[in-house]
């Protein structure tokens, strides 16, 4: 949640200089910035931040289709709140991904 949180400040920020702040300006920003970093890098600022990053369940990287999905169910907001048995959140299930360590 930590690296969802630096990620979300940023795209604030960016939204905030640039689109006159408006909230659908910062989720657009939000999802742009995850789905392009996630998709081609695996791993977002946050996440780097952090040390870690997002792998498919086999532990590949996740390409673009995977960071889609995930883009898109970690901007329902919810997802990422409802976590599995496994301690995934809901948006990593439904695009069989997972955190890793980097």
């Given at each position: ?71 898109l169910g970690l901007c329902l907001v919810f997802p990422p709140v409802i976590t ?19």
């Amino acid at each position: 949640m930590v690296a969802l949180a630096l990620d979300w400040a940023l795209a604030s920020v960016i939204s905030y200089a640039f689109l006159d702040y408006h909230p659908l300006a910062t989720l657009g920003v939000f999802a742009v910035m995850t789905y392009l970093l996630v998709a081609t890098l695996g791993f977002t600022i946050g996440h780097r931040f952090l040390g870690i990053g997002v792998r498919g369940i086999e532990g590949g990287a996740p390409g673009p289709v995977r960071a889609a999905v995930r883009t898109l169910g970690l901007c329902l907001v919810f997802p990422p709140v409802i976590t599995g048995p496994d301690g995934r959140g809901l948006h990593d299930i439904w695009a069989k991904t997972r955190i890793a360590r980097l």
